[in-house]
């Protein structure tokens, strides 16, 4: 390994004082060891875990005081539970918090003029690159609207400071673009695992979602860093279930129809959600209402909601335990899933900050219950069904909205240690996910990326097709001539095997076309008399320095061409070089092999590619 010291100029250099420059050598010295060291990765992982394990802790903690404090709740209750006190503190709550909300949302977006990169975005389209500083924002406006009762969840903060911190320390151990997409699915890990108290959904969420594939070189890091921080969740708070299931029970051919069932059911409740939060936005749009006042008034509204059902505040993981415990007849089942519905609908698409997560737990929760309460009217002796399919309606939903099917049969498994409906919420989310990406084809946080224009199917690392640009691989020395110059003078510069390609352009530097040599003497026009400008090639097409490399690969299929100009813009076209099609063939062809070897975890696969100047 070769150590080589941060370029400084000999005299500069020499002027540092030693303990400075021993400073940077060894500083250096770690980030290559950290760069080179699989156990030094492992290393990190583990203590990110516990770091983000007491951050989620700390927020958890935080938000209970919240509510104690805004709406007289005990410190272990859920504000979903429906035991507010008065129910004035709601209304009072929802409509002065969202009104604060929506003035501090005004602030941030007037400080900060850019979407905040989430961990999906950040790992498909930016090599798992983030900003700590707008990952805290995120989180912070998150707590602030779970903290006056709006209908979302905190996963979504939970896993954007998580990613968030493991991206910034990633980037000061300048970690390799691979190295560091997995350490963002090692911060998401962690969050949802210690949140959920669940580490194989927590890595598997990393997986399905965060870093879009399962492969061996991230399993170590991924799962070290879920059980880490679920230690620490498991440490304060200790290791029983989120939910606790009464029954026990066996799963039979019943069980498995009536799964399929309430499969399809939340598939249909699943989509009409995620779309309804779209249409939510799109009225408050044409209502011309301003940003800042749309939080208060879904305050108002989801307050009005509360009022006879409070069951649709919050994330909803206390309702959970009263849909599973039978708490509600099969009318009330139903009720809540409208409500539910729209309250969260309402809360994001009015800009309150959270994701889909629990809400989608919760609803799945409630249409499972109803599916099993109605079949125990219809059937005697099917009673116990009603909390099979609670699971498994929990699980169908979730996987809907979420698009993780793995993640949420696991999920289910750990929050209720309940292992005998495992295979029928397996059955579930099958029949939920295909139905999604058969009838809408996109997941929750998929959706919103199509909303903004952005193409993403998830985690799957397609930025470095982006990040390989024509300017990367151009060669920087065409050969010019003035369009005026003649036949005679371009065969007597320019015999015949001097060069293939002539660029011409006229008195001021404007690129006009390319001469192919080798087929100019063949061309009728070609005489002493004759013009540069006359014997131009017919294509005139031409690249940009920042075109990704995969679109000019495409222009040179459709201009049946070898070679193409790059310039520097279309009004200026001044000529900044050239590419030709085989040499951008194997400069993709050879970031597709490392890609691969990145995703399989090997580098003996395909052979390394060294790229010198073309031929």
């Known amino acids: 390994m070769i150590l080589r010291l941060p370029t400084f100029p000999s005299r500069v250099w020499g002027t540092v004082r030693p303990s400075i420059r021993l400073k940077a050598m060894f500083r250096r010295l770690a980030q290559q060891r950290l760069r080179d060291s699989d156990f ?42 429906g035991h507010v006190p008065e129910l004035w503190r709601i209304a009072a709550v929802l409509i002065g918090g969202g009104l604060i909300y929506g003035l501090a949302a005004a602030v941030v977006r007037r400080l900060r003029m850019h979407e905040v990169v989430d961990p999906i975005e950040a790992n498909a389209l ?189 994330s909803g993981h206390g309702a959970i335990q009263m849909v599973v415990d039978g708490r509600f007849s099969w009318p009330a089942l139903l009720m809540l899933v409208v409500a539910k519905t729209v309250a969260t609908s309402l809360c994001i698409g009015s800009g309150f900050r959270g994701g889909m997560f629990s809400s989608s737990l919760f609803l799945g929760s409630l249409i499972g219950g109803a599916v099993g309460t109605l079949g125990a009217l219809l059937i005697p002796g099917l009673e116990g069904d009603a909390v099979v399919l609670t699971l498994v309606g929990m699980g169908a939903t979730g996987a809907a909205v979420v698009g993780a099917p793995i993640t949420m049969v696991l999920l289910v498994l750990e929050m209720t240690g309940s292992y005998p409906a495992t295979l029928a919420v397996m059955v579930a989310v099958v029949v939920s996910i295909v139905a999604v990406r058969h009838w809408f084809g996109y997941s929750f946080s998929t959706w919103r990326f199509h909303i903004r224009g952005v193409r993403l199917q998830g985690g799957q690392d397609i930025g470095w097709v982006r990040d390989l640009t024509v300017g990367q691989i151009q060669r920087r020395d065409p050969v010019t001539v003035l369009a005026e110059m003649t036949g005679a003078e371009l065969d007597h510069q320019f015999p015949p095997g001097a060069v293939r390609y002539l660029f011409v352009q006229d008195a001021e530097g404007v690129f006009l076309g390319v001469i192919e040599t080798a087929a100019m003497r063949l061309n009728p026009a070609f005489g002493p008399e004759a013009t540069a400008r006359e014997l131009l090639r017919a294509s005139q097409a031409f690249l940009f320095a920042a075109q990704p490399v995969r679109e000019a690969l495409g222009v040179f299929d459709r201009e049946a061409v070898e070679m193409l100009p790059v310039v520097d813009g279309a009004r200026t076209r001044r000529l900044v070089g050239f590419v030709t099609e085989a040499y951008a063939l194997r400069r993709y062809t050879a970031a597709l092999e490392r890609q691969r070897n990145q995703e399989m975890g090997s580098s003996d696969l395909f052979g390394p590619v060294e790229f010198g100047k073309e031929g």
């Open 40 to 81: 030094a990765i492992l290393a990190l992982a583990a203590g990110l875990g516990l770091l983000i394990g007491l951050m989620v802790v700390g927020l958890q903690a935080v938000l209970s005081a919240a509510h104690s404090y805004l709406f007289g709740l005990p410190l272990e209750g859920h504000l979903s539970s």
């Open 126 to 314: 930016f090599g798992g690159r983030m900003s700590l500083r707008d990952s805290i924002s995120l989180t912070l406006m998150n707590l602030l609207s779970v903290s006056v009762g709006a209908s979302v969840g905190m996963e979504a903060a939970y896993t954007q400071t998580g990613s968030g911190l493991a991206s910034r320390v990633g980037q000061i151990f300048r970690l390799r673009r691979g190295d560091l997409r997995i350490l963002v699915g090692c911060g998401a890990a962690a969050a949802l695992a210690a949140a959920f108290n669940a580490p194989l959904a927590g890595a598997f969420y990393a997986f399905e979602l965060i870093i879009g594939s399962y492969t061996l070189a991230a399993l170590a890091p991924v799962g070290v860093a879920a059980v880490s921080a679920t230690l620490v969740s498991r440490g304060l708070f200790g290791g029983d279930p989120m939910f606790f299931v009464p029954s026990v029970f066996n799963v039979g051919g019943t069980e498995y129809v009536a799964s399929i069932l309430t499969g399809l059911l939340c598939a249909f409740v699943g989509i009409l959600a995620m779309r309804s939060v779209s249409h939510v936005e799109s009225g408050f749009r044409l209502l011309r209402i301003p940003r800042w006042a749309r939080p208060a008034i879904a305050g108002l509204l989801l307050a009005g909601a509360a009022m006879g059902a409070p069951q649709v505040l919050g």
